[in-house]
């Protein structure tokens, strides 16, 4: 089925540095740095859209109306922990923006989200909010996430992933279609576990190498 709300970031330096992520014998240290230069590159496709003004500058030659950037302020909301990777690449390239978190892990039995931390901006309803994690598996995560973003006051969202699977955005837009997804590659389908196949395997556990 269609996703009519789905980018797919297929740039060259995305999908080159998404491979070397995919790779088994990346190490914790390189995986977390290239984790961080994908997240930068996503951004810009995440930001293509902000609103611009002019406004009057004055160079070392001359003054003239020149862009700059207008409207609502940002949020980063990373869903803990594997959305750190991914936050610490954006929150380079929007360093003004005002960070979230929001603490999810996935039962094994169940495959459902439980939530044990949950702290963002008190105006968040004033700003656009780009939520990142790096997979969108079965996507019940992503769900409960943008339920409590909605739930705090936000009205504008856009959620990036590394990598997400077709169930996953079935579900994650059955649930929330008025959300963007933006997302490096969409893979072939989930295994009997509610991994991604083919994935890059666990990503919070490949970022701190820790299981």
Not at 125 to 154: C, N, Q, W
Request: aromatic content about 6%.
């Amino acid at each position: 089925m269609p996703i009519p709300t789905l980018t797919v970031i297929d740039h060259p330096l995305v999908q080159h540095k998404l491979t070397l992520l995919r790779r088994r014998e990346t190490p914790t240290a390189r995986f977390h740095e290239v984790m961080r230069e994908v997240s930068q590159l996503m951004g810009y496709e995440l930001t293509r859209d902000l609103p611009l003004e002019d406004r009057p500058v004055e160079t070392p030659l001359a003054s003239f109306d020149a862009p700059l950037l207008t409207g609502k302020k940002l949020c980063l909301v990373s869903i803990l922990r594997a959305g750190q990777g991914l936050l610490d690449g954006m929150r380079t390239l929007l360093p003004s923006a005002r960070i979230g978190h929001i603490g999810l892990y996935r039962d094994q039995e169940t495959l459902t989200p439980v939530e044990y931390f949950f702290k963002v901006p008190e105006d968040i309803e004033e700003r656009m909010v780009i939520l990142v994690d790096p997979m969108l598996a079965t996507g019940h995560t992503a769900v409960a996430a943008v339920h409590r973003l909605k739930d705090a006051g936000a009205a504008s969202i856009k959620l990036a992933v590394l990598v997400a699977a077709p169930e996953g955005l079935r579900t994650f837009h059955d649930a929330h279609p008025d959300v963007p997804v933006f997302t490096a590659a969409v893979d072939e389908r989930l295994d009997e576990n509610g991994y991604i196949l083919p994935g890059l395997g666990d990503a919070g556990d490949r970022l701190y190498g820790t299981r």
